[in-house]
């Protein structure tokens, strides 16, 4: 039996923080998983109350006791948010068992750390935050959680709306095992009634390039006798096994296969489209075969108007199915 899914909220009161705790009502997450809201107090370096005093001049040891002071006054007041961060996830995922821990460190690396010790699945963060001593940083520190964090991670977008009214959800797919998984990860959430998802499948020069090189397709293409001149049919048999495979979750499920840099199509489109969160995976194929989703995950996340939700391979096939 797999385990409950292991969601890390990261928290800085900011208005783009409640938008993330927003943005988890409409996420299609399991109604049994465990939640753990971190705030994180921007001290550098790190608050250490078990380093033993040195001997120094009176002026320098009533600075370093000041700082302390403010360190630890800081993390209070980030354990407090946590807090009533954790109350309000509480109260929107009655099912979930919540807990809340704060620290003082470098936000980004306090983040990623916790998510690695905590063995978490996805990391939910808000796309910007405060910054300064006294708040938290979550503004380019989402770009680094994406980064740099082993697990999947959701930089949320939130806005207004009810929990059970359809979502529209866009899926980027270039055939590579982390395209894969992200749509499996999407297949495996409950999304509401009536809710659509739109499989987007760019050509660029890369992938004209990839398929020049290439090795025989996927079985599950299911393609006749190579002819080099039709690679776009190779592709457009790539988004249709996609399409096939997302059919069974009774999402409406449509696609669009189109020349264009896929950092740019996946954020119009899904603009245009007027989409709830994008899915990527975190790296395409390095090989030949196929073009790259690497550097486009990290463009997508920084640029889309919406939530995004970048997955990385082994996370999205346990828990949460």
Known sequence: MNRRLRLLIAYDGSSCGDAALEDLRRAGLPDDAQALVLSVADILPPLNTSTPAQPSPEWIAAA?????????????????MAARAGERVQSDHPGWEVGTEACGDSPAWAIIAKAGEWQADLVAVGSHGHSGIKRLVLGSVSQKVVNHTSCSVRVARGRKSRKDSPVRLVLGADGSPDSDMALRALAARKWPAGSAVRVITAIDTLMSLSLAFALSPPAEWDLPKRDESDERAMISRMNQVAVEKLLPTGLAVSSLVEEENPKHLLVEEAKRWKADCIFVGAKGLRGLERFLLGSVSTAVTARAHCSVEVVRTGQADGPGR
């Open 64 to 80: 370093v006791e000041k700082a302390h002071a403010r360190a630890a006054q800081a993390v209070e007041e980030a354990r407090a």
